[in-house]
C-alpha cells in the first residue's frame, strides 16, 4: 500500500506560467487535504477536498489558484500566471476519515 | 479560531540527553487532536505522534512520548536519549473541526531541534 504520492518532487517556473500539482492519496482514502509551507513557516492549510467536491477552500487565495479531486485519478493544485511569492512547498495529505493525516513528500515550487 | 504556539524558534542538546519541545494550543472545541511531525532537512513531513482530547494517558511511541496537560493546553514533545538523527524542525498540529463539521490540521511556526555530538 503506497503512501500519499505528490508529483512532481521539484517544479520550476517562471512568472506568469502555470503550476499543476498532482496528489494521489492513499489507497482507499477519500479525503485530500492540500497545505503550503512558505520558508521558515509552518504549514498553512489551503484546501480540502474529497472526490468530486470542493468542502472547504477557506485558505486557498480567491485568484490564480484552484484544487481538484475527479472521480479517476489525482488531485491536483492548479496555480495560474506564478508569481514568485507562490514559491513555496506545497504538501498533499490524505485521510480515510480524521483524526489520521498522511502527508505526501511535497512539491517544491520555485517562480524564477 | 484554532491556535498552536511553539515558543521556542531553536533548541540545541546533546547525544543521548532528554529534549522537551513546547506546544500551547487554543481551541474551543471539545473533540479535538494533537499532532507532533518530524521535518527534517530533506523535507517530507513525518507523523510522531498523536494525542486524543479524551485520551486519559499521555501518549507514547518508542524515544517520544507526549506530555498532555488539559487544563493548561498544552502538549509538549518529549524525546528522550537524543540522537544525532533527530535533528530537524518539529511542528505541533491541532486537528479540529472548529465548528465546521470537518476537521484540518492548523500547525505551528516549528521547532528546530539541533542535537551535538
Known amino acids: 500500500n503506497a503512501g500519499v504520492m505528490q508529483n512532481p518532487r521539484h517544479l520550476v517556473r517562471r512568472r506568469g506560467q502555470e503550476a499543476r500539482l498532482r496528489c494521489s492519496p492513499m489507497?482507499?482514502?477519500?479525503?485530500v487535504y492540500w497545505y503550503r509551507q512558505l520558508p521558515e513557516e509552518g504549514l498553512k492549510f489551503m484546501v480540502y477536498?474529497?472526490?468530486?467536491?470542493?468542502?472547504?477552500e477557506s485558505g486557498m487565495p480567491k485568484e490564480r489558484f484552484s484544487a481538484e479531486f475527479p472521480k479517476e485519478g489525482p488531485s491536483i493544485l492548479r496555480i495560474q500566471q506564478v508569481v514568485r511569492g507562490d514559491s513555496a512547498a506545497y504538501f498533499c495529505?490524505?485521510?480515510?476519515?480524521?483524526?489520521?493525516?498522511?502527508f505526501g513528500q511535497g512539491t517544491r515550487l520555485t517562480v524564477v | 479560531a484554532q491556535k498552536i504556539t511553539q515558543t521556542q524558534p531553536g533548541m540545541f542538546v546533546q547525544e543521548k540527553e532528554a529534549v522537551t519541545l513546547d506546544c500551547t494550543y487554543d481551541?474551543?472545541?471539545?473533540?479535538?487532536?494533537l499532532f507532533w511531525y518530524k521535518q527534517p532537512s530533506s523535507g517530507e513531513m513525518i507523523f510522531l505522534i498523536y494525542?486524543?482530547?479524551?485520551?486519559?494517558q499521555n501518549a507514547t511511541e518508542g524515544r517520544y512520548s507526549l506530555n498532555f496537560q488539559k487544563a493548561r493546553k498544552s502538549a509538549n514533545l518529549v524525546i528522550s536519549a537524543s540522537q544525532l538523527g533527530d535533528s530537524a524542525m518539529y511542528f505541533c498540529?491541532?486537528?479540529?473541526?472548529?465548528?465546521?463539521?470537518?476537521?484540518?490540521?492548523?500547525f505551528g511556526k516549528g521547532t528546530m531541534l539541533l542535537v551535538s555530538p
Open positions: 495529505a490524505s485521510s480515510p476519515r480524521g483524526p489520521e493525516a498522511f
Open positions: 489507497k482507499g482514502h477519500s479525503h
Open positions: 477536498l474529497q472526490k468530486e467536491n470542493i468542502i472547504d
Open positions: 481551541t474551543s472545541d471539545q473533540s479535538y487532536g
Open positions: 494525542q486524543g482530547s479524551y485520551d486519559e
Open positions: 498540529a491541532i486537528w479540529t473541526t472548529g465548528g465546521s463539521g470537518y476537521s484540518t490540521l492548523t
